[in-house]
């Protein structure tokens, strides 16, 4: 089993899901209005604000809450975020990519480094694991949509690059640059999907043991709930017999 729906599943079952929907809710709410001020505030034109509502859909996001992050991006007082990335090691050298927007990049970096020291990591400099990974778009679909092969086929024809499936679901990867596309052309094969956002996939995901993953999970979890965070990617693989441990 891949570690790309394990941590999230292992998140969910730890009785969290409170406390991670108010994060979620704000974290896609920033990007909306991130994607909107950058861009068009019509989804339809603007692709990366298309795939951000997109998200925040599939995640429940009540659409006043969308609406609003639209609204706040055209407004003379919305804030000014950067985009930045951290790279750095985990416990035994799993690599963890750390995306986050922030109005104040002292502040973040002060705190992403500390959350590694903390937890037995090491942040290191831009570059420094990145190349442990490629950029991609993934699409998400739940396993009811259909069996392995006719997702496979639905996807080659929207142009994907690649199909993962098992059954908790299919994950669909496609270009960086053809994701917003894919996503649209699958959208009349397979329906809406769950999810659909460009991601850090790991080349080579390592193994770990359950001391490893208690460690890692630790640190991944304090750098989740930071408010500047949006995403953490790590070249982490959990077996299921360890994640029956942890959960």
Avoid: C
Wanted: charged share 30%; glycine share 8%; aromatic share 6%.
């Amino acid at each position: 089993m891949a570690g790309h729906s394990k941590w999230a599943n292992i998140q969910h079952r730890k009785g969290k899901q409170d406390k991670l929907r108010s994060k979620l809710f704000s974290k896609l709410a920033k990007e909306i209005t991130v994607a909107a001020k950058m861009g068009d505030p019509d989804p339809e034109k603007n692709p990366r604000l298309r795939l951000a509502v997109k998200e925040a859909k599939s995640s429940s996001v009540p659409k006043d809450v969308i609406d609003r992050a639209i609204k706040k991006s055209q407004g003379g007082d919305a804030e000014n975020y950067d985009e930045i990335r951290y790279e750095g090691y985990g416990p035994n050298g799993i690599a963890i990519i750390v995306e986050a927007m922030t109005d104040n990049r002292n502040r973040t970096a002060s705190n992403v480094r500390s959350y590694f020291t903390k937890y037995g990591g090491d942040m290191g400099q831009t570059g420094s694991v990145s190349f442990m990974f490629d950029r991609k778009g993934e699409i998400m679909y739940p396993a009811s949509v259909g069996d392995a092969d006719t997702v496979m086929m639905a996807a080659l024809e929207a142009g994907a690059e690649d199909v993962e499936s098992d059954e908790e679901g299919h994950w669909i990867y496609t270009t960086d640059t053809d994701l917003a596309e894919v996503s649209t052309a699958l959208e009349g094969a397979l329906g809406e999907s769950e999810s659909a956002k460009l991601i850090w996939k790991p080349q080579a995901p390592t193994e770990i043991d359950l001391e490893t993953a208690q460690k890692l999970m630790k640190l991944l979890d304090a750098l989740e709930e930071d408010d500047d965070v949006q995403n953490v990617t790590g070249n982490f693989d959990i077996p299921e017999d360890v994640a029956a441990q942890l959960e």
